[in-house]
C-alpha cells in the first residue's frame, strides 16, 4: 500500500485549466481516469487525509504510485479525451458499463453498390446505417418480412449474390416479390440504392408522407380501373400499417428521443435505455456496473451517456444522436456534455429531466426497467458469487494451496495426426472467463505429434514473457547460466509477437503476460504435468502451482505424485476444473481447424511472395481459369492492372514450378473434366462473420 504524499505533486506545478488526469500504479498501469474543469482544485482533493475520503477513493490513492495529467482548451475535449482514455487503458477504478448480452439490430449496408439490409450485433461500422437495438433478432426479422413486400431491397449474403449472378438466376425471394433481384439486372444499382433509403426513412419515422402516397395511388390506380394495382397497394399499405403497429405509440408527438434511467445501490448500478423514434419505442437496452468509484447519479448518468453514445461520431455522425436526451439527473456541470452531444449529432441536443407529461410517465417505466434489471442481477450475482467461491475453496483444500486461486490458467494442445499443431491458453478469474486474456500458441520448435513436447515449449514460452515482464519493471533480473534461463522474445500467436511493441506497457496499457497464476492447470495427466514443470523449474519458476486433470476418469494429477486428487463428482471445485479445461479445448479446437481449414482451401496464388488478395483476384479475373493463367506469359501476365514485370515473373515462376493437378473425372458418367477450361475463376470463399475472439 503506497502513501500518497509520497508521490503528491509539488503546490503550485498542478495548473488550475480544464484537463483530464490518469492515476499509475507501481507497475505504470492505468488505474483510474477523471476530469477536471480545474485540475488543482481537483486533485488536490485526492491527497487530503484518507480519513476524510471515500473508502474506494482511499483504495486508489494509496494503490497509485504516480500521477499525471494533460490540459485541455475547453471542457468538452476534457470530456472526449476521458472517455477515449478509458477505452483505451481500461483502468480497474473507472466505472464500466457492462451489457449483459449483445444486442441485435437492423442493419442496411449503404456502403456496399447494392444495399443490404441484415441483423448486426457488435461495434457500429462505417457508411452502415442502423436502427435499434432489438430485444430478439426475430423481431426485426417480423418487421423486415412484413416491409420487403413494399421495399423489395436484397438481404442475401455476398456468397449467394455473387453465386445468383454467376448463373442468372436469383434466390427464391426474387421469384415471390421480396427482392428487386439486382443480382441478374432486373433494378439498376441506382434504383435500387433509392430503394433502400426509402427503406431507411420509413424505419426512422417518416411514415406518414409515405402512406399518404401510396393511398393516393391506390385511388388513382382504382379511378383508372387498374384494379390489380389498387389492390396490390392496399396490401403494401396493410403490411406497412402491420408493421408499424409492432411498436406501439408512447409519445403522440412524433418525438425522437432517448431515456435513460438509473438504479443503484452502495456497490452496483443498472442502467436502462429506451430508443423512442417518431413516438414509437424503437429499441431498448440495459447495463450493469461495478461502483468502483466514488459516484453519484450524475456522475453515473454522464458515464452511461458517453458509453451510449461515445462512438457515435465514427462514421456514422449523429446516427445514434437524438433530439432529445432525457435523464434522470444532470451531469454537473451539464453544459459541456450538451456541447459534446451537440457536436456529434451536428445540431442541438435537449439534455434535461422530464418534468410532467407523456415524457415523465415514460421515465417512470424506464425506471421500473431499470430497478427489475438491478434485482435480477444481483440475484443472479448472490446464487453464482456463492458458487464460484465455495468451488475455489474445495480447489484450495483439496490441492492444499496456500492461498485462494483467484487466477486460473489453463493449456490444451490440439492437432489432427501431427499436423497444424497448436496450443490454448484460457483464464479464469474469480471462477469467471477473462476472455480478453485468452491466448493462442502455434508450435515452432518442432514438427510432429508429441503432446509432452508441446506442453514444455507452451509453458516456457508463456512464462518466459512473464519473467521479461519483471525484468522490465525491476521485479526480477535475467539469470546469467545458460541460455535455458534467457528472455526469448519468439513466443509467437499466429506468427506474430505476442505483446507487441515492448513501449506499449510503458504508457499504462494493459500487459498481456504481466499477471501469473496462481494455479495452472494442463489438460492431461502425468506425462503432461511432469513436462510442464520442468518448463517451470528450468525458469526458475517455484511459487505457481501446477495440476493437470484427466479425461479419462476426470483425476487430478499433481507434480511427482504417483496417485491422482480423486475430488467427488458432486465438487462445485472439479465442476468449475471441469468447465476450465473444457473450454481451454473448445479454443484449441477453433484454432486447429481454422488453420486446417486455411490450408487446404489455399490455392496455388496464395503463396506467391508479394502478391496480395486483390492482386490475385485480379489475375483470376483477367485470365478467367487457373489453366489459363497458368498458361500466360510474363508479358500477358504484365497486361493486367497492377502487375508489374517483376510480380509477373515471380507469379510465372511460381505457377511453373508446381505440377499440375490431375483431372477431375466425374464419377457418374466417366468424363474427365477440364481443369477450368470453360469456367469461370473461382470466388474468394466468404469468411465467415467474426466471432467473440480473444
Known sequence: ??????????????????????????????IYVGKAKSLRPRLSSYFQDLAGLHPRTATMVTTA????????????????????????????????????????????TLNEEFPRVQVMRGAHRKGVRYFGPYGHAWAIRETVDLLLRVFPVRTCSNGVFKRAAQVGRPCLLGYIGKCAAPCVGRITPEDHRALAEDFCDFMAGRTGNYLRRLETEMQEAAADLEYEKAARLRDDIGALKRAMEKNAIV????????????????????????????????????????????????????????????????????????????????????????????????AQVDLRIPQRGDKKDLMATVQRNAQQALALHRTKRASDLTTRSRAL??????????????????????????????????????????????????????????????????ISRRFRRYLQERERTGEWAVPEEGPENAVDAAAVVDGTDLDGAGARAEDGRPRRFAYPP???????????????????????IDDIALCGLAKRLEEVWLPGEDDPVVLPRSSEGL????????????????????????????????????????????????????????????????????????????????????????????????????????????????????????
Open 1 to 30: 500500500m503506497a502513501d500518497p504524499s509520497t508521490y503528491r505533486p509539488a503546490p503550485g506545478a498542478i495548473p488550475t485549466s480544464p484537463g483530464v488526469y490518469k492515476f499509475r500504479d507501481a507497475h505504470g498501469r492505468v
Open 65 to 108: 504510485a504516480s500521477v499525471e495529467w494533460t490540459v485541455v482548451a475547453t471542457e468538452v475535449e476534457a470530456l472526449q479525451l476521458e472517455y477515449s482514455w478509458i477505452k483505451e487503458f481500461d483502468p480497474r477504478f473507472n466505472v464500466k458499463y457492462r451489457d449483459d448480452k449483445s444486442y441485435p439490430e437492423l442493419a442496411v
Open 251 to 346: 409519445l403522440a408527438d412524433a418525438t425522437d428521443a432517448d431515456l435513460l434511467a438509473v438504479a443503484e445501490d452502495e456497490l452496483e448500478a443498472a442502467v436502462q435505455i429506451f430508443h423512442v423514434r417518431g413516438g414509437r419505442v424503437r429499441g431498448q437496452r440495459g447495463w450493469i456496473t461495478d461502483k468502483v468509484e466514488d459516484v453519484d447519479t450524475a456522475g453515473l448518468v454522464e458515464h452511461a451517456l458517453q458509453q451510449l453514445y461515445g462512438g457515435a461520431g465514427a462514421g456514422n455522425p449523429g446516427e445514434g444522436v437524438p433530439r432529445e436526451v432525457l435523464v434522470p439527473a444532470l451531469p454537473d456541470p451539464a453544459e459541456p456534455v450538451r456541447e459534446w452531444l451537440g457536436g456529434l449529432r451536428g
Open 393 to 458: 475453496q474445495e480447489i484450495t483444500d483439496a490441492l492444499e494451496l496456500d492461498s485462494v486461486p483467484l487466477r486460473i490458467e489453463c493449456f490444451d494442445i490440439s492437432h489432427l495426426q501431427g499436423e497444424d499443431v497448436v496450443a490454448s491458453m484460457v483464464v479464469f478469474e474469480d471462477g469467471l472467463a477473462r476472455k480478453s486474456e485468452y491466448r493462442r500458441f502455434e508450435i515452432k520448435g518442432f514438427e510432429g505429434q508429441d503432446d509432452v513436447r508441446s506442453m514444455h515449449e507452451v
Open 518 to 540: 496462481q494455479l495452472l492447470v494442463v489438460d492431461g495427466g502425468q506425462p503432461q504435468v511432469a513436462a510442464a514443470q520442468r518448463a517451470l523449474d528450468e525458469l526458475g
Open 575 to 694: 465442476y468449475l476444473l471441469q468447465r476450465v479445461r473444457d473450454e481451454a479445448h473448445r479454443f484449441a479446437i477453433g484454432y486447429q481447424r481454422g488453420k486446417r481449414s486455411k490450408r487446404l482451401t489455399a490455392g496455388e496464388l496464395d503463396s506467391v511472395p508479394g502478391l496480395g488478395e486483390t492482386r490475385r483476384q485480379a489475375l483470376l479475373k483477367h485470365f478467367g481459369s487457373l489453366k489459363k493463367l497458368r498458361a500466360a506469359t510474363v508479358d500477358e501476365l504484365c497486361a493486367v492492372p497492377g502487375i508489374g514485370r517483376r510480380t509477373a515473373e515471380t507469379v510465372a515462376a511460381a505457377l511453373s514450378s508446381r505440377t499440375p493437378a490431375a483431372p477431375a473425372v466425374n464419377t457418374a458418367t466417366g468424363e474427365i473434366i477440364e481443369d477450368g477450361a470453360d469456367e469461370p475463376a473461382p470466388a474468394a470463399p466468404e469468411t465467415a462473420p467474426i466471432q467473440e475472439t480473444p
